[in-house]
């Protein structure tokens, strides 16, 4: 089992920023990858950013340019963070975290956090 617990939404003004963190624990020696992903009100949940153990880097075409990510991990943490610049309306949504294991096989999810960016 893996838990995700994420922080730093909130509410921005457009052309703002803000950082979200998600900070992994349990069986963290078995992640493969984090992702951030987001549902916006009426909408579908959708990629937003991944990265893999190594680094490896994938992003929504609606946040490539204006969105970065990274992580850290240490032999008894994994963090994952998100880092939006150029915030714009429709980036608001709830905030996902996910992680997935080796295999692909696992999953698990962080409880959301909320960004509003008000125009």
């Known amino acids: 089992q893996v838990q995700l617990v994420e922080s730093g939404g909130g509410l921005v003004q457009a052309g703002g920023s803000l950082r979200l963190s998600c900070a992994a624990s349990?069986?963290?020696?078995?992640?493969?990858?984090m992702g951030w992903y987001r549902q916006p009100p009426g909408s579908e949940r959708e990629l937003v950013a991944l990265?893999?153990?190594?680094?490896?880097?994938?992003?929504a075409d609606s946040v490539k340019g204006r969105f970065a990510i990274s992580k850290e991990s240490t032999e008894n943490t994994y963090t994952s963070y998100l880092q939006m610049n150029s915030l714009k309306a429709e980036d608001t949504a709830v905030y996902y975290c996910?992680?997935?294991?080796?295999?692909?096989?696992?999953?698990?999810w962080g409880q959301g956090t909320q960004v509003t960016v008000s125009s």
């Open positions: 996910n992680a997935v294991l080796y295999g692909g096989l696992n999953d698990f």
């Open positions: 349990g069986r963290i020696f078995q992640i493969y990858a």
């Open positions: 990265i893999t153990r190594d680094d490896n880097t994938n992003f």
